[in-house]
């Protein structure tokens, strides 16, 4: 190559030697817009991305990977997809910039099978491929693609690890709820380097042909553009105003998961969540500490023995996984005042921990426990019932103890202590219980915990709050169904 030839400018070479496809199926010259641009001229090794749909973001580092492959010896790219369907989709960005190239300056690409979703270059041994998965390689260059959206967070961690000290890890993501990347998006000690990218910074998301006034701007709108004057500089027109308009009328509430207005919102508006976020984060970031601590038991509010109390508990096997979870709850008004998990604890272990639960709580009469009898629930009740004879156990029908979930009572015991939280029918003192309503999911119309996050806490919880209604109201088990928040 010729000295001081632009195409030894990377940045030249990206603007001047690929080829894309647009929106309208027109090929046509790659030109950096502006987010993809503060991208590339970072000099961080590590990004992490929040960001707009559509904005270009995957286009933009997918062909800067290409040419770093191209342009170098003994180098591994890799793009990590987050579904099947979506491999095609970004590995096709690559292959037409690459087909698109003049020939007089790319290198031959192997023609001996290989992957399909593959480019090897045999007189440089350099390689970008894509796939849900590493295969081994050392890994120069990885860029995840909606990494907020990735169901294997254990393989993510795997490839992330394959890639030197020295290497470029991207990712990028729309957000879905206070899921796993949240938490990375948050970690103050993480070494990745936080881009985030508002759609109004988007140069395309406008509709110039519109009939908006100034005067017609809600106060909603006019918070919106005060933000972003204050935050980016940014000064947000009427014709971008319409194109926020539009999508919301097509999206609904999904708006803000696929068009985020600022890095905190955004989360709380996403994903599928069945709690109304705004509510739920403020008492969490508000939740009071304990007042002390017991043997692992959280003591938010002292015995009141003016008070009557119950136990619910949700019991598990013990061995690093699932947590048994319980909480004491006064029952009138509905609080919650202490709060005990634990992953390590065996089912007969974890009965002896509700027997102290109790004793903090109990003046003359042992207090009501009601202990989910699924699975490793039979053993704790067990114990409970035949070694400690304990005389105030619930019972699901008048010969069968414990608290019975089903495909009946599970979703309606959850939507009673969804509707009684956000009304502030009952107090939630415990931060960890409402960091476990914060990151729950809706999956296939079944509410549970996000993909390594737990739920034993808001179980035990919900199963706390059914027995304070039934004492309070007088209604019996069997008609669950006709419980309604106080």
Sequence with gaps: MVKNSPLLDAQWRLN???????????????????TQKTIAIDKSNKKRILKSRQMGVSTGELLRMLDYILFNKNKTAVILAHEQDAIKKLFRIVKRAYDFMDERIKPVLDRGGGSKYELFFPSINSRIYCDLSSRGDTINWLHISEKAFMKDTDNVMA?????????????????????????????????????????????????????????DLTDDELELMAYAKKTY??????????????????????????????????????????????????????????????????????????????????????VGGDNSAAHVFQIKPIKQVASFKSNTLKPSEFADKLIKMSELYTKNLPIQIAVERNNHGHAVLLKLDEYHNYPNLFKFKEDTLGWNTDRISRPLMIDTFIECVESGSIDLLCRETLGECLTLTNNKGKIEASLNKHDDLFISGCIAVQLCIEEVSGLDYSRLGDMIKI
Aim: hydrophobic share 30%; glycine share 4%.
């Design 159 to 215: 490839t992330i690890e394959a890639v030197p000290l020295n290497g470029i890890i991207t990712e990028e993501t729309t957000p879905k709820g206070m899921n796993h990347f949240y938490d990375d998006w948050m970690d103050e000690e993480s070494t990745y380097k936080n881009f985030f990218f508002p759609w109004y910074t988007h140069e395309e998301y406008k509709i110039n042909y519109h009939d908006l006034k100034k005067q």
């Design 233 to 318: 500089k940014i000064n947000i027109t009427l014709a971008q105003i319409a194109f926020r308009r539009l999508k919301q009328r097509d999206l609904k509430n999904k708006f803000k998961q696929e068009y985020p207005e600022d890095d905190a919102g955004c989360f709380l508006t996403s994903g599928e969540n069945p709690f109304r976020l705004e509510i739920i984060k403020p008492m969490y970031d508000n939740s009071p500490k304990p007042i002390r601590e017991i043997e692992g038991i959280k003591i938010f509010e002292e015995f009141d023995p003016r008070q009557t109390y119950i136990i619910g508990a949700d019991p598990a096997e013990g």
């Design 16 to 34: 001047n030697c690929y080829y894309i496809v647009n929106k309208q199926g027109r090929k046509i010259k790659f030109k950096q817009n502006s």
